[in-house]
């Protein structure tokens, strides 16, 4: 291998080692120690593929449960396996997770929309599918609104630190309500028809645990005890 293609091949290995700690660090829970019952649960009770519904919860579970909540707690300054990555590094790694949430979101929406079209359903005629829709549509402005601070030069006066603050804020938001939505569905009659008595409650502990663990991360880090920078 030639002298000047190492630094490629290393910040390639580099890269590799990251998602690989990702991926084993959500299997195993080494980190904080968070519910992963909950996509596993939802995946062998949705049997994804069994049919077009089946991936609507799956898809949604594995982006709220899993891409953010793993993106979130990339920052966490005691469980992050890229602690010692710079801050840039840190930030870009959180944005891809986004958008595969994003992503995973957008497609489980399709499912259960186009699902209820072929079975003459109305849309969004419960608490679950509104704050389904609502949560979507802030996770995309949410994904999007990240890239001024990975590029903050688009945004040129503003205060980086503003900025940051800003963004915390409305992903915990968004976050809270991804969360809600998944507490909505279990109180569906697809969910409480297979699901009853203690099995339900464990369930639905695992969205109300995440969300605390996260909130407490966000508001320590950037609203409770970071001043605002002018």
């Known amino acids: 291998m030639k002298s000047d293609s190492w630094p490629v091949a290393q910040r390639g290995i580099e890269e590799i080692r990251v998602w690989i700690s990702l991926a084993t660090g959500a299997i195993v829970g080494r ?3 968070r519910p992963g019952f909950t996509r596993v649960f939802i995946a062998a009770l949705a049997r994804p593929g069994s049919s077009l519904f ?3 919860p799956f898809l949604m579970t594995l ?5 953010m909540t793993e993106a979130i707690l990339l920052f966490s300054p005691h469980s992050s396996p890229i602690q010692k990555f710079p801050h840039k590094s840190k930030a870009r790694y959180h944005w ?4 595969l949430c994003a992503l995973c979101a957008g497609l489980g929406l399709a499912a259960i929309y186009y699902n209820k079209h072929l079975n003459s359903k109305s849309h969004f005629s419960t608490w679950h599918g509104l704050v389904g829709l609502v949560t979507a549509c802030g996770l995309a402005a949410q994904s999007a609104g990240g890239l001024p601070l990975l590029y903050h030069r688009l945004l040129k ?6 900025l940051k603050r800003y963004h915390a804020t409305s992903g ?3 976050y809270l309500l991804g969360s809600s939505s998944l507490m909505l569905g279990m109180c569906s009659l697809w969910f409480t028809a297979s699901v009853h008595g203690a099995g339900w409650y464990l369930a639905a502990a695992c969205p109300v645990l995440s969300a605390l663990l996260i909130m407490s991360q966000v ?3 950037y609203i409770a005890k970071k001043a605002l920078r002018p």
Request: proline fraction near 4%; charge should be positive.
């Open 219 to 221: 508001t320590n880090a």
């Open 157 to 162: 006066g503003w205060s980086l630190a503003r």
């Open 54 to 56: 089946s991936w609507h």
């Open 172 to 174: 915990l938001l968004a």
């Open 31 to 33: 980190r904080i120690p």
């Open 63 to 67: 982006a709220f449960s899993f891409f």
């Open 96 to 99: 891809i997770l986004q958008c």
